[in-house]
């Protein structure tokens, strides 16, 4: 009797310590496989939880044994812990999930969670989730379809990036943040709608998007990030917010469009820049070979480099008063380009800023330009007439290089005012038997080559 009673013992000392080992590893074979973590004050800081909605213990999800699960069924409870989380890849891998339907005791899901899922076709999530983390969805090549919660604030970092068959994006309008690569090469969306709640899209967040065709952005909008929408080759529609206001000294600061924003998308045909948009960054509708129409808002002062480069359909278009330069290769290689109005603000033409524009045959440059810079109109061999302003101070080196037919500048000057012009070498290497037409007189490229006695 007293041999049994302990064995009995030995068997509930066992049993007890086997729980305790298992649990504390998080092993829960009870539960489907799945393992949980213990959370703690700093987790509900980290997600930016409110403590005083959340019960005295609480875990989140963390792996899961069986990678073949097809359906799943996250409980609410685990081992008196109350389940408010998914951790950071916690099914990342598992090929057969082929839909995910959380329910609202879930309060955030970590990076990575359902990455590389091959199989996974649908997704809801409930009105609980704030956040959609980075990679979340990762590389989720068959996913379709995705149910966003209401109060949705933010899309992280490459959360759907590669879900090559997503089609269909409808964004609440809670949202207020789209991460960096959020949706790059989610080559089957075909249109998306930025709510008014959106104030900035990051950096390729939309980037070799092929299949898109329309874009509308929202009026929070503030910064439409680095190459965002580069390469979405099918993009035709781009429509800014109209009524956006550009008053630094009130604090609204408008638009700002970064650098490639849109470039290479080579079936936009037309844009239109609302007032508001004060900045157009480097690149940012470069090799944008099918547009031809451009309309640009009263606000644009400033272009980066190459912000039309090579927009090769491009044939005319008018700068605003508040723009001050025309930059380094701003319309280079537009071949098409025939027709440019200043506006009155322009004081800089910049290096190769009509590089090889080959259409452009007469040019009136306005009043307030100051300097030509280098090659500022490099082989723009149909160029025959241009028009100078008295105030220029200087015309840089190749300035007009290869303008082989340039016959004809027309200055606001007189001669002795052309002749203290400072010239850069070689400004007029390779151009016509031009003449100079100064207030005073004229004088020829002949004249001008002889060495002063």
Known sequence: MKKNARFFSLVCLAALICTFVFSSCGYLGGY???KRRNLDSSDVKRHDLDPSDLPKRYCEVTDIDDENVKRLNIPRKMYGHKVIGIGVSAFAGCDNLTDIKIRD?????????????????????????????????????????????????????????????????DL????????????????????????????????????????LKSVTLGKGIETVGAASFQG??????????????????????GIYVGDSAFSGCTAL??????????????NAFAYCTALTDVTLGKDLEHFGPGAFFECTALESITLPDAAYDVTISMFYGCTSLKQIDFGDGVWLIDQTAFGECTSLEQLVL????????????????????????????EIDEQAFFGCSSL???????????????????????????????CSDGTLTKSDLAKPIE
């Open 407 to 437: 016959s004809a500048i027309r200055f606001g000057g007189t001669m002795e005012q052309w002749k203290s012009i400072p010239f850069g070498i070689d400004w007029d290497s390779g151009t016509a038997e031009y003449t100079v037409y």
């Open 232 to 253: 979405c080759t099918a993009l035709e529609q781009v429509t800014f917010p109209e009524g956006v206001v550009y008053d630094v000294s009130n604090n609204k600061m």
């Open 172 to 211: 609440p309008d809670s949202l207020t943040y789209i991460g960096e690569n959020a949706f790059e090469e989610c080559t089957s969306l075909e249109g998306i709608v930025i709510p008014d709640s959106v104030t900035e899209i990051g950096n390729w967040a939309f980037h070799k998007c092929t299949s």
């Open 32 to 34: 489907g496989g799945m």
């Open 366 to 393: 306005p009043d307030t330009v100051k300097v030509i810079g280098e090659g500022a109109f490099f082989r723009c061999t149909a160029l025959s007439e241009i028009t100078i302003p008295a105030i220029i101070e």
């Open 105 to 169: 005791h879930i309060l955030y899901i970590d990076g990575g969670a359902f990455g590389n899922c091959d199989n996974l076709t649908s997704v809801t999530l409930p009105d609980s989730i704030k956040a959609i983390n980075n990679h979340t969805f990762y590389k989720c090549p068959s996913l379709t379809d995705i149910d966003f919660p209401e109060h949705l604030l933010k899309i992280d970092h490459a959360a759907f990036q590669y879900c090559t068959a997503l089609s269909n994006v």
């Open 269 to 282: 045909k037309s844009i239109t820049i609302p007032d508001g948009v004060w900045y157009l960054s480097n």
